[in-house]
């Protein structure tokens, strides 16, 4: 007669999925691939078009 053996735990050798020490899938160390530089747009054939600007206030006659 064949002995009942318990459930035994899960092999070290074979880690859960998921698991962090899932050596599949290593730790995700974000690293930018190029240095991280400043977007400067390339200029245009004129001003960036939006919303029109306010116009400079006109001095009334007799200020100064």
Known sequence: MTPIVPDAPISPAVPDPGSPADPAEPARVPVPDEPATPV????????????DPAPEPVPYPGEH
């Open 40 to 51: 400067v747009p390339e200029p245009g054939p004129g001003p960036t078009p939006g919303p």
